[in-house]
T-cell receptor, first 117, second 117 residues
Framework: KNQVEQSPQSLIILEGKNCTLQ??????????LRWYKQDTGRGPVSLTI?????NTKSNGRYTATLDADTKQSSLHITASQLSDSASYIC????????????????FGTGTRLLVSP | GAVVSQHPSRVICKSGTSVKIECRSL??????MFWYRQFPKKSLMLMAT?????????EQGVEKDKFLINHASLTLSTLTVTSAHPEDSSFYIC?????????????FGPGTRLTVL
């Protein structure tokens, strides 16, 4: 069964500190892995997307890593800001669905991050 | 990046009424759009795939007569919750892929909060 698990479920850090969020997946066949940021009451916004051959990708203060062998990914946030408070969702794409032609997205349950002043 | 809008952002209705939610791709065409629902502190769950000019494809367990989807144009998909009940209260999010089937980076709308009294 395709699954994406994230840890921790929630996290509180002080402003300016770094943190790392974890994602483990059992999606097959694997196509790519995405990290999204979702503010409360808003739709998800893409942070990074990585294919099988990529093991790290950065977007400003966000750095995602991917280990396709162990099926693990992490999202590292550097010098956290109050605006980083949100849910971070790991989404893994299985290869194209034969009916729709689109990649099936398997969503993790997210990590709720609160950055405290 | 590409922009997807939803309208309304929130709606409160009485039990038994029908509610229509619009999803628009503002600066690109989308022959396919996806509808999700999200319960509090839960991840997004795919409800259906909306196809321009043809019938929508529903995920297992989603009632097609309950959640009517119409993809009237290349930039607009609508979800109508018919005879809404309190258990239909949820956060509804749409997404649209950019670039066609070969490259399906998906952009999410801001979501619609539905409350059924």
């Amino acid at each position: 069964k395709n699954q994406v698990e994230q840890s921790p479920q929630s996290l509180i850090i002080l402003e300016g500190k770094n943190c790392t969020l974890q994602c483990n997946y059992t999606v097959s066949p694997f196509s790519n892995l995405r990290w999204y940021k979702q503010d409360t009451g808003r739709g998800p916004v893409s942070l990074t997307i990585m294919t099988f051959s990529e093991n790290t990708k950065s977007n400003g203060r966000y750095t995602a890593t991917l280990d396709a062998d162990t099926k693990q990914s992490s999202l590292h946030i550097t010098a956290s800001q109050l605006s980083d408070s949100a849910s971070y969702i790991c989404v893994v794409s299985a290869s194209n669905d034969p009916d729709s032609g689109f990649q099936k997205l398997v969503f993790g349950t997210g990590t709720r991050l609160l950055v405290s002043p | 990046g590409a922009v997807v809008s939803q309208h309304p952002s929130r709606v409160i209705c009485k039990s038994g009424t029908s509610v229509k939610i619009e999803c628009r791709s503002l600066d690109f065409q989308a022959t396919t759009m996806f509808w999700y629902r999200q319960f509090p502190k839960k991840s997004l769950m795919l409800m259906a795939t909306s196809n321009e000019g043809s019938k929508a494809t529903y995920e297992q367990g989603v009632e097609k007569d309950k959640f009517l989807i119409n993809h009237a144009s290349l930039t607009l998909s609508t979800l109508t919750v018919t005879s809404a009940h309190p258990e239909d209260s949820s956060f509804y999010i749409c997404s649209a892929p950019l670039g066609g089937r070969a490259y399906d980076e998906q952009f999410f709308g801001p979501g619609t909060r539905l409350t059924v009294l």
